[in-house]
Structures are given as structure tokens and as C-alpha cells.
């Protein structure tokens, strides 16, 4: 059973093929681990005492001496029982599980090739792995892992609680667009239960820079399972940086049109166009409306908005009026104070029956209907 998981695992995440690089990158042209300020890794090497294979230990004080692996060959991928000790043969530490590239990842039957080791802060350690590639939407998709001190001691790479992908690309204008948006959320979702078949929450992180992943991060999702099952997105923490420009920002060449030739807005577009003019900005948009409250209906898609009325949760077409949100309403909503934001004055709510109001008969006549109305 567990040899059939392990191929399963293995033929998903890693039998696509990339034929496209980022910045003349890709995971083919990397043959061995990139590790950042190697000085700040708290990691040491174990052999066995023949020299042919080793056991790398996430560990601020070396324990042991030499290495015993069941089966006794590479510890780069696959199932291994691994006795760690000293001088005296005497048993430290017994580690009975998964490993990757030389590493102990416990339960979870990966077989991946690690890229990238990183320290960003002290008693925290990072590891990147590639999962697959979708050449269509020009997508590098990596897992990471991370393992913490507790109790003294670094424990174990955790992969899965929560699952933590990146997504390394530059076609940017996927994560503009609701419909490849929700594809991306798919492939990461399907990936996360494929690794992690109990995942309960997973992030997922967009760069368009190989060579340092995190400093140029331009988006992230939060998504948490509830008590139904269902996956519910956490927009508290999450990153949206596009548009970067303030021609892009107050820009309308890219907004979609639909059936009665409508123009749609983006909500990220109005809101950057207030920015920039400081003038409340009117527009129609496409939300979904997530919770009502005393005083406003909460929006949490495409990003956090305080609507100032509404009656129903679901997805809707607004007609409304936005503003930027002061740092002070982020911090009473608990909203991250780099998360776009901001309040919206409806004139006009239309509720939709399909995700991303793509009922096109009730968006034609919804749009129709918003024109010129007011509340």
C-alpha cells in the first residue's frame, strides 16, 4: 500500500513536463541545493560509516556520530528506518519515515527535489521543493516545508499544516482574472490533498523572481477548511500588489465586457485611482459578499471591502462608490495593514446565482438595470 501511495504521489506532482524557463531558469538547469547564508542553516551531516549515503539533521548541536539506514542505500527519496549514534554504537535517535534529498520529512510519501534551503529569521528553517509545472499558464509550482524550535530542539519539516506553495511565474495577468485565478486555487487545492490528504488550511504565494522568492512576492491566499468541508478563503492576511503602476491603476483597456457590452470595473483598479487622485471613485463591480454584520456586509472578494449595506451573503454585481481604508479601520477589522482595503457606499446591489455572477442572461439584465440607478 504505501509503495503504491509513494508512485501515486510521484507520477502527480512530477510527471509534467516544462519547456519554459523564468529569467533562463527553470528546475532542470538546478542540479544541486541553493542554500542562502549557509552559516545561518542549523543543519549537520551524518554518514554511515562506509561513506554512502548521509542523513542531513536540522539541529543547533550535531547529536551522534555515524548513521544505520534500513534500507541501507540513498537517503535522497523513499522510506528508510534510520538509527542515528554515537561513538559507542549507542542509539540517539531513531527516525522511521520519509526522506527527501537526505532529509527527514516524517509521514507524508514525497518525492521531490529540493531547490532551496533558507533561514529567514533565527530558530526558523526553510526548505523549497519542486511539485510540477504547467506549461500553458507558464506556472513553476514549489512546495515549502518549514521546521521550528521547540523545546530546544528543531522538529521535523512540517509539510502539510498548513500546506505552503509558491508559484513562480511572470504572467501576472493570470491573478487579474477571476476565471484563471480560480484555476490557480484549484491546482493548489488538488495539490495540497494530494500531498497533505488531511490538510485542514493551505497559503500559496506568487513571485516572479527565481533567484530570491519571498522579497518579491506580488500575491497570497489564505484558505482555511471548515467545519462542512468546505474550503473558506482568510482574507486578512492576504497580498495583492497589482496593478503596480498608476497608469495601470486608473488604466480601463483591460476590463472585461460582457453580454450587453457593459464595462465592468476591478475594484483594485477604482481603489488605486482614488489613491493616486484622492477622490472617492464610482464604479461597477463583480464581489462576493462573505458576512453581515450590525454595521456593514463584509466583502472578501477580490479583496476586503466594508459594504455599507446589503441584504444577503453570495456572490453580486455593486454599483458603488470607493474609498481608501484608513490604517486605523484595518487594524478595527483586523485587516493586514499591507492588505488593500477599503469601504464602499453602495448605490446598487444585484445578487447573482452563479460563482463570479457568470449568469450572463441576469449579468446583461443586472447591468442594464444598474445604469444610472441609485439606492
Request: hydrophobic share 35%; charged share 25%; proline share 5%.
Amino acid at each position: 500500500m504505501r509503495r503504491i501511495l509513494w508512485c501515486f504521489v510521484y507520477i502527480c506532482l512530477l510527471g509534467t513536463a516544462h519547456a519554459f524557463t523564468i529569467q533562463d531558469w527553470s528546475p532542470e538547469t538546478q542540479d544541486q541545493i541553493e542554500r542562502i547564508k549557509p552559516a545561518s542553516l542549523d543543519e549537520h551531516t551524518l554518514y554511515d560509516n562506509n561513506k554512502t549515503y548521509h542523513l542531513t539533521q536540522l539541529t543547533k548541536n550535531p547529536q551522534g556520530t555515524h548513521i544505520v539506514a534500513t534500507p541501507a542505500d540513498n537517503l535522497k527519496f523513499g522510506w528508510h528506518d534510520v538509527l542515528v549514534l554515537d561513538d559507542n554504537d549507542k542509539i540517539i535517535k531513531r527516525l522511521t519515515g520519509y526522506f527527501m534529498d537526505g532529509y527527514y520529512i516524517g509521514k507524508t510519501p514525497l518525492k521531490a527535489k529540493i531547490l532551496k534551503r533558507y533561514s529567514p529569521r533565527k530558530d526558523y528553517q526553510e526548505a523549497f521543493y519542486f511539485l510540477q509545472s504547467d506549461p500553458t499558464l507558464k506556472i513553476f509550482f514549489l512546495g515549502k516545508m518549514i521546521s521550528v524550535v521547540k523545546g530546544g530542539k528543531y522538529t521535523d519539516f512540517n509539510l502539510c499544516q498548513p500546506f505552503q506553495m509558491l508559484l513562480l511565474t511572470e504572467n501576472k495577468d493570470l491573478f487579474k482574472n477571476p476565471a484563471t485565478l480560480k484555476n490557480i486555487v484549484s491546482i493548489v487545492k488538488s495539490s495540497a490533498a494530494t500531498v497533505c490528504p488531511d490538510v485542514s488550511s493551505f497559503v500559496f504565494s506568487a513571485s516572479d523572481n527565481p533567484q530570491n522568492y519571498e522579497e518579491d512576492i506580488f500575491f497570497q491566499a489564505f484558505y482555511n477548511k471548515n467545519a462542512q468541508g468546505a474550503w473558506i478563503e482568510d482574507t486578512r492576511h492576504a497580498v495583492n500588489t497589482l496593478p503596480q503602476s498608476i497608469e495601470e491603476a486608473v488604466s480601463t483597456d483591460d476590463q472585461p465586457r460582457y453580454a450587453n457590452g457593459q464595462a465592468i470595473d476591478f475594484p483594485i483598479h477604482l481603489l488605486k485611482a482614488a489613491q493616486v487622485t484622492d477622490k472617492a471613485m464610482e464604479g461597477t463591480f463583480v464581489a462576493h459578499i462573505a458576512k453581515l454584520d450590525t454595521q456593514n456586509a463584509w466583502i472578501d472578494y477580490p479583496f476586503p471591502m466594508a459594504l455599507s449595506s446589503a441584504r444577503s451573503t453570495g456572490w453580486a454585481l455593486i454599483k458603488g462608490v470607493i474609498t481608501p481604508m484608513s490604517e486605523k479601520e484595518k487594524r478595527r477589522a483586523g485587516i493586514s495593514l499591507q492588505q488593500e482595503a477599503a469601504p464602499v457606499r453602495a448605490l446598487k446591489i444585484k445578487p447573482c446565482r452563479q460563482e463570479y455572477c457568470q449568469d450572463l442572461r441576469l449579468f446583461e439584465s443586472a447591468t442594464e438595470q444598474l445604469k444610472g440607478q441609485t439606492r
